[in-house]
């Protein structure tokens, strides 16, 4: 955990000493000088001595609580929440809002500190009730969409889908920009539950996903497999094809299922024509080991190993060499069988002790893939891992 301390006490010293030299330059600091000075040196001298609370302590005592010292509370507040220390960003934040002379901007910007803080606590009815009562008091426009914003964060965190999305619906588009993926998730969501309840409203639920995130690879894969499941592979196969669009490096999670509409429709043509030009504008270790699958089929082991071994030649790989085997076995001597055998033994579980996938920003690493990180919780971080040992 990175240690906060000197954060904190940095802030605080300079925030004092900000507010001091203002006192001074307008002439007020007559009376406050000498208590404020006390405060102000006793806390210099704990943070000379490593005391950190105690510097602390007396930095806070030298703080007079007003609209301009308001800001670095709830600065304070909320370095505490994110080292840990819940109890004392509540305890803080109760501290202010008990005041009587707060502005109605700072009662707002602190109930929504608050929320934070009983968020992370666990304490999502409070958080929740507080929200919704910002909502309601008439705060200025980017204090209510902040309320939104985190009031369908909560509901997301809690998995009540269809809270999350309403909430952030009622953000005016210019706010909903940095958040619609997120929002398409939670129509995902939707339509995954669908599935299990009311079959006719997953294509409404995929649809509106894709309406707030053209970019959404999630409801494309759902929507062809849900086309997959009622037979219409042509349909499937379309909403396959539009990942390459939306996201080339994703192309691998559709092979599979890409694979399994054209062999229903008898059309292999038409996949190895799109394999190849996916190969041309965006090559991966699947696509070739696909690729050669398709050659095998068509024209035998020795055909697939030639074109297999170029392609290594290009773009080396573990899952290209592991196919690579499999090809050498199928034509080996039973003594040199023996050896090969032994060999892909040692790959296959090389390539099943690799994770597959690793979040991009935590670098949280997992064999299958998940739309929402488990580590960092944010949503489509997760990428296939690039190189030697992946794609
Ligand atoms: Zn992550």
Redesign the pocket.
């Known amino acids: 955990m990175l240690d906060y301390a000197p954060i904190v006490l940095l802030t605080l010293a300079a925030v004092v000493a900000g507010w001091l030299l203002g006192r001074i330059q307008s002439r007020k600091v007559k009376s406050a000088l000498p208590s404020l000075s006390r405060d102000y040196y006793d806390g210099l001298g704990s943070l000379l001595s490593n005391n950190a609370d105690d510097a602390v302590e007396s930095f806070i005592r030298a703080l007079e609580i007003n609209s301009d010292t308001i800001p670095a509370y709830l600065a304070l507040a909320d370095l505490f929440r994110r080292k840990g220390e819940y109890d004392r960003a509540i305890d803080m934040h109760q501290t202010l809002l008990a005041r009587t002379d707060l502005l109605h901007e700072d009662f707002i910007r602190i109930q929504l500190s608050l929320a934070k803080d009983y968020q992370a606590v666990g304490l999502f009815d409070r958080a929740e009730g507080l929200l919704q009562s910002v909502i309601s008091e008439n705060p200025r426009d980017n204090q209510r969409h902040s309320a939104r914003r985190q009031l369908a964060k909560l509901y997301e965190r809690q998995q009540e889908w269809d809270l999350a999305l309403k909430t952030a619906l009622k953000l005016p588009d210019s706010k909903r920009a940095d958040i619609a993926h997120e929002m398409a998730h939670y129509a995902c969501e939707l339509a995954s539950l669908a599935l299990e309840t009311n079959d006719a409203d997953v294509e409404n639920w995929l649809k509106q996903a894709l309406r707030l995130d053209p970019t959404c690879v999630r409801a494309n894969l759902m929507w062809a497999k849900h086309r997959m499941q009622k037979h219409a592979w042509r349909g499937a196969i379309k909403h396959l094809k539009e990942v390459a669009d939306q996201d080339a490096k994703r192309v691998p999670e559709t092979l599979p299922l890409l694979s399994t509409c054209f062999v229903e429709l008898g059309n292999m043509d038409a996949y190895t024509a799109y394999l190849d030009q996916c190969l041309t504008k965006n090559p991966s270790s699947s696509l070739w080991v696909e690729r050669a699958k398709l050659i095998e089929k068509q024209s035998g082991a020795k055909e697939a190993e030639v074109f297999t071994i170029e392609a290594l030649r290009k773009h080396p790989s573990l899952i290209g060499f592991d196919y690579l085997l499999s090809l050498k076995l199928q034509a080996s001597e039973p003594e040199e069988r023996e050896r090969l055998l032994i060999l892909q033994q040692l790959t296959g579980q090389l390539i099943q002790s690799k994770p597959k996938y690793q979040?991009?920003?935590?670098?949280?690493h997992s064999k299958q893939l998940h739309w929402q990180?488990?580590?960092?919780?944010?949503w489509d971080?997760?990428r296939l891992i690039q190189g030697l040992e992946g794609e």
């Open positions: 979040c991009q920003q935590c670098g949280y990180c488990p580590s960092c919780k944010t971080s997760t």
